[in-house]
């Protein structure tokens, strides 16, 4: 009876303690070459390291996974296979490949993975500042195309068609990741959470008390964004930000590839995309980029819970389009500075 007492009485203090207010925590550390930023609320910062360092772990795990710099990656194996037969996957590359075949299939290849061999040709050629010869980028095309890549869901297995084909995943991965890495703080409890994995965020619970968090929409002007949204349960991505081009002869070509010409982009353009999760946000941000303001719109319209800003800069001019359910997020515009 007495220890009956006691107990209930303990698990009274327990209760207590459970609903002090979360303390906010910041954490940050570098995972595919890439920052990597959680902000999170924890009752005390025991439990927020501890859930941050399995959020970074499973990140870790991630780059692991889908490295196309380090040779042993499962991805570069795979890779490596080409020409070859079916090569079982583990449950995260099945699950990325699946993602992005279906995106592949829904954007005609204007997201395409198996664009490997081109990007590394416009990699080298903005090293060297000379834009590749044609008969170059005709043999890279060869072996890339998102129907040279066979998935078979019963063995979860994949093929690549051609030998010397490569996989790229540098649209999709740091999306996947943020979005696994926000999971692995929810098994640990921690749900008022944010993850940011080098621009791509996946969004947990908002703050206490907040309506969401607050995300800045690119593109910056004078370092200051124009537009916020309140977001969350959700994940945003941005894509084609000046930052990344590089300029040979008088042309800014950028790091995302037409897959249906082999050519680097050259209109500038920032897209911002909201969308269930964070792969998805990230690879329909490439994906849009590639397609352009129509055709891209049409794109988000199309897929389930996602919204999409596309500024395009053609000659100096900037037109910007909205997909329809954009114009339904919450958004907070701050007032112009006081001079
Ligand atoms: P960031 O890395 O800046 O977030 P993205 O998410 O747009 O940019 O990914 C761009 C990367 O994706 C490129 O560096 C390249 O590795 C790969 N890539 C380029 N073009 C395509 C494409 N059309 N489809 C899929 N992946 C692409
Ligand atoms: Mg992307």
Known sequence: MLSGMIATLLAGAADTRATEAPRRFEFARTVMAAPMNLVLYARDQEAASRAAEAAFDRARAIEGIMSDYDPASELSRLSAAGGGGFVPLSDDLWRVLSRSQELAAATEGAFDVTVGPCVELWRRARRMRQAPAAAELAAARARCGYRLLA?????????????????????????????????????????????????????????????????????????????????????????????????????????????????????????????????????????????????????????????????????????????????????????????
């Open 151 to 339: 998935l078979d869901p019963h063995s979860r297995s994949a093929r690549l068609e051609r030998p010397g084909m490569s996989l790229d995943l540098g649209a999709i991965a740091k999306g996947y990741a943020a979005q696994e890495a926000l999971g692995a703080l929810e098994k640990l409890g921690i749900t008022r959470a944010l993850v940011d994995l080098g621009g791509d965020l996946a969004l947990g619970d908002p703050p206490p008390g907040a309506r969401g968090w607050r995300v800045a929409v690119a593109p910056l002007r004078d370092g200051v964004p124009s537009l916020y949204l309140w977001l969350s349960r959700c994940a945003a991505a941005t894509s084609g930000d000046a930052h990344r081009f590089a300029e040979i002869e008088g042309r800014r070509y950028s790091h995302i590839v037409d897959p249906r010409t082999g050519a680097a982009l050259t209109d500038r353009s920032c897209v911002t995309v909201v969308a269930p999760d964070a792969a998805s946000a990230d690879a329909l941000a490439t994906a849009v980029s590639v397609l352009g303001p129509e055709r891209g719109s049409a794109l988000l319209d199309g897929q389930a819970g996602a919204a999409g800003r596309i500024v395009r800069f053609t000659q100096g001019v900037e037109e910007i389009r909205e997909s329809a359910r954009w114009k339904a997020l919450p958004v907070f515009v701050p007032e112009p500075a006081a001079r």
